[in-house]
């Protein structure tokens, strides 16, 4: 049997960075069409305080590698997070699709269990077991930059919608 924390990961992360990398694609002949300057919608915000489309897409991707990595006892790849493009936010996604799909479900055996370290943005480290790490805080994190990023494609005028979000399952 396929540990259960593999099965709540990886396919969670596959299935909404396609839906992403879509909802992308979809933004990008959006700006086309409308004779858009595609920066307008990479760099859109919520709010001033937020983070644009671009940094939320690549805060997804940080988490899906993140938590992937972690809990399959590897090491957390560090990515220099320069996309400005579609295109490159696109090829960000793939690369980390190809990140995660290089796991096997015997890497998460007793990973529930693992400790869990993070430094999160502060020099504070906060200690988890796996199975609070990825339900409590990396699956709710990774959710919050897609939908944030959803949100502000959808509040921009791309014509998108909750199929568009769910993706592939």
């Known amino acids: 049997m ?4 593999y099965t709540s990961s ?4 596959r299935q909404m960075l396609g839906s992403l990398a879509a909802i992308l694609a979809k933004a990008e002949a959006y700006a086309a069409e409308k004779n858009i300057e595609p920066a307008a919608l990479t ?5 001033p305080d937020m983070f644009p489309l ?3 897409v690549q805060i997804a991707c940080d988490f899906a590698r993140g938590v992937s990595a972690r809990l399959a006892g590897a090491d957390v790849p560090k990515y220099d997070d320069e996309e400005q493009t579609f295109g490159e936010l696109r090829d960000l996604i793939a690369r980390t699709l190809g990140f995660i799909d290089g796991f096997t479900p015997a890497q998460f055996d007793g990973s529930a269990r693992r400790e869990i370290v993070v430094r999160a943005g502060t020099p504070k480290e906060r200690r988890f077991d796996g199975q609070a790490y990825l339900l409590s805080y990396g699956l709710p994190q990774f959710f919050f930059h897609v939908t944030t990023a959803y949100a502000l494609l959808r509040h921009n005028g791309v014509d998108i919608g909750k199929r568009d979000y ?3 399952y």
């Not at 396929?2 to 924390?5: A, H, L, N, V, Y």
């Not at 990886?10 to 992360?13: A, E, G, L, S």
């Open 2 to 5: 396929t540990d259960p924390m």
């Open 166 to 168: 769910m993706g592939q």
């Open 54 to 56: 671009r940094r939320q």
């Open 43 to 47: 760099q859109a915000r919520l709010f």
């Open 10 to 13: 990886i396919p969670v992360f």
